[in-house]
């Protein structure tokens, strides 16, 4: 079993940041790729960054110049900068991580979300 726990998540500001964190623990051998979802209400859930094992990036056109994915991979952890914050950036923030366990199945798993709330 994997865990996923995101935090970082809370009220700001437009203009204003914010540091989201995700901690990946159990049965990990390696991660191969960690990923930042979000899900507006009423919308689908859409892909923000992703970032692979070796650092390679890529960002949703909505947030390039303005969001840095980054990850540390000692400590199984992805975290997304966020910078310049707008309204339309509200929305709950999942990780997502495709890994190998220690049984050298390819597995893919979802945090449980945090909420990202940006006022006008």
């Known amino acids: 079993q994997v865990q996923l726990v995101e935090s970082g998540g809370g009220l700001v500001q437009a203009g204003g940041s914010l540091r989201l964190s995700c901690v990946a623990s159990?049965?990990?051998?390696?991660?191969?790729?960690m990923a930042w979802y979000r899900q507006a209400p009423g919308k689908q859930r859409e892909l923000v960054a992703t970032?692979?094992?070796?650092?390679?990036?890529n960002y949703a056109d909505s947030v390039k110049g303005r969001f840095t994915i980054s990850r540390d991979n000692d400590k199984n952890t992805v975290y997304l900068q966020m910078n310049s914050l707008k309204p339309e950036d509200t929305a709950v923030y999942y990780c997502?991580?495709?890994?190998?366990?220690?049984?050298?199945?390819?597995?893919?798993?979802w945090g449980q979300g945090t909420q990202v709330t940006v006022s006008s």
């Open positions: 997502n991580a495709d890994l190998l366990s220690k049984t050298m199945y390819r597995l893919n798993y």
């Open positions: 159990g049965n990990i051998f390696v991660i191969r790729a």
């Open positions: 970032i692979t094992s070796g650092g390679s990036t």
